[in-house]
């Protein structure tokens, strides 16, 4: 499964949506309120399909993943050190 990352904030949407509104001719402003209520519904339902993760998300993922791989770095290390040892305990033995 692909995860994709959503737009940074909530206030993004927002600016998005607001954007698009502002393109549409006059005469559809009447009706402004419905299109709205549509194009919010038809996004949030366009991103719920994509598997999308919020920043906090994928932010909380990126450290995990840091942390994940400094922890592997030592097990690397300390896997070395005892290879090492037993090297030089079987070399002396």
């Known amino acids: ?10 206030r993004e949407f927002e600016d998005f949506i607001q954007q698009f509104l502002r393109l549409l001719p006059r005469d559809l402003s009447r009706s402004r309120e419905d299109l709205e209520k549509v194009v919010r519904a038809s996004m ?29 770095d030592d097990l690397q290390k300390q896997i070395t050190e005892m290879e090492k040892k037993l090297s030089e305990k079987q070399d002396t033995g």
Request: charged share 20%; hydrophobic share 55%.
């Open 1 to 10: 499964m692909r995860i994709l990352l959503i737009m940074t904030r909530a």
């Open 44 to 72: 949030n339902a366009a991103f719920s399909r994509m598997n999308l993760v919020t920043r906090e998300e994928f932010d909380v993922q990126l450290q995990l993943l840091a942390n994940t791989r400094a922890a592997l």
